[in-house]
């Protein structure tokens, strides 16, 4: 059995009981357990001291916790080799990272890039920027009414001057899990680099890197129970060597002179200047926790979650609800019958219910959709029932207020 009254009592902010505490809202950011807030102030309180430059105790222990994760991230989504690990300060810093060392260096003129149309803005975004700057394209496979991709015609998107491929795992509006090691087979094929944004998937679900045998993969600490500022690519090795650094500096570098610099190696090469240790070594701390609990039985939790949130609130003939997908994240995307969705977000605030409201950075899904924002419910580990509940009560009085 899924014990949420257990893990609540792993996360401070369940222990406080000033007010009424729902918390829907970690597709936008998670709470964080003691064990994450404590490995973070444990590093400033006993051991603070910059990473791979310094030789007495505290600077060593400090470099071998934050080098300790880079195994940690291996293991937990079985990436094949440690060195394809980069810490950065989030999914969109990562997918910057490949689109400024990657995209600016290979791209060209009437090259096209490839997107879907369920984009974060973070992953369309850095690839309007690169196409301005190389003159390449940009295209995108369209989704439906469904909230899904019309991938039945996925070949005739991927075109003989497709470069890149660039798509989310999961989608941050619909919860959609996306097909992505049948596109990832597919843009291999036509010879294209392929980039998965992991940002909505890497917390939810078992996620296996050298299965879907991408060739990046990003995603961020702060969806996962762990910290803010700081975020993960994957990167395959060999793609990585040749690409340019993205940020210049120290400990990027092997050698400096005032003629040249030459760099330092993989994944050090795009780690420039003092890194996020701290955070780092929360993100550890939080891979460590998600593994106690298992991400499969956080998985199955969530889907129940899910089932009976659907039914809860399909009994409210008002709510009108986006995307359908058979293969779905704890996410459901609603609006309430002639309310905004920021109305409906302040009022069920008043009864300690915590959800986003707006177009949750993705703009062109609200375009196709015809409105401009949608109210989001996204559930975790430690949301149960009564939690749905009391949404779905909340959302009846707010309906009763404005009628």
Not at 46 to 58: F, G, M, V
Not at 76 to 88: C, G, L, Q, R
Request: charge should be negative; charged fraction near 20%; include cysteine.
């Amino acid at each position: 059995m899924f014990d949420v009254v257990k893990i609540r009592g792993d996360f401070p902010i369940y222990q406080q009981d000033e007010k009424p505490f729902v918390y829907l809202d970690s597709a936008s950011t998670s709470q964080k357990p003691q064990t994450v807030i404590d490995a973070v102030s444990t590093y400033y309180n006993s051991y603070a001291a910059n990473i791979h430059r310094a030789l007495y105790d505290i600077g060593e222990k400090a470099t071998n916790a934050y080098e300790n994760v880079r195994r940690t991230v291996k293991k937990f989504i079985n990436v094949p080799d440690t060195h394809s690990v980069i810490f950065t300060r989030s999914t969109t810093e990562a997918i910057n990272l490949v689109a400024y060392g990657w995209g600016l260096k290979y791209l060209k003129k009437n090259d096209a890039i490839l997107i879907t149309e369920m984009e974060h803005h973070s992953n369309l975004v850095p690839w309007q920027l690169i196409n301005e700057k190389t003159g390449s394209e940009l295209n995108y496979i369209p989704i439906n009414s469904h909230g899904t991709l019309e991938d039945k015609s996925l070949e005739e998107h991927i075109l003989p001057n497709t470069k890149l491929v660039s798509l989310c795992h999961q989608s941050n509006v619909f919860g959609t899990v996306n097909s992505v090691k049948k596109i990832i087979g597919a843009a291999k094929n036509a010879g294209a680099i392929t980039v998965i944004d992991g940002a909505q998937a890497v917390p939810h679900s078992k996620v296996d890197i050298t299965d879907l045998n991408c060739d990046f993969y990003a995603f961020s600490g702060h969806k996962m129970v762990g910290p803010t500022g700081v975020g993960v690519l994957i990167g395959r090795t060999e793609l990585l060597e040749e690409m340019n650094p993205f940020l210049g500096g120290g400990e990027m570098i092997n050698t400096v002179n005032m003629e040249k610099s030459t760099w330092n190696d993989v994944p050090w090469k795009f780690e420039a200047g003092t890194p996020n240790i701290a955070q780092v070594i929360g993100l550890g701390a939080a891979i460590d926790y998600l593994e106690l609990i298992g991400i499969e039985k956080i998985h199955e939790h969530e889907q129940s979650l899910l089932k009976y949130g659907l039914e809860i609130l399909s009994q409210n003939k008002d709510i009108i609800f986006y995307g359908n997908s058979p293969n779905r994240g704890a996410v459901i995307s609603f609006n309430l019958k002639n309310i905004h969705p920021h109305d409906l977000a302040k009022f069920l605030d008043t009864d300690g219910i915590c959800i986003r409201a707006g177009h949750h950075c993705a703009q062109p899904i609200m375009d196709y959709l015809g409105i401009t924002a949608t109210a989001r419910a996204s559930m975790y580990l430690y949301n149960n029932k009564e939690d749905i509940d009391q949404l779905a009560e909340s959302i009846e009085k707010t309906a009763h207020i404005f009628a």
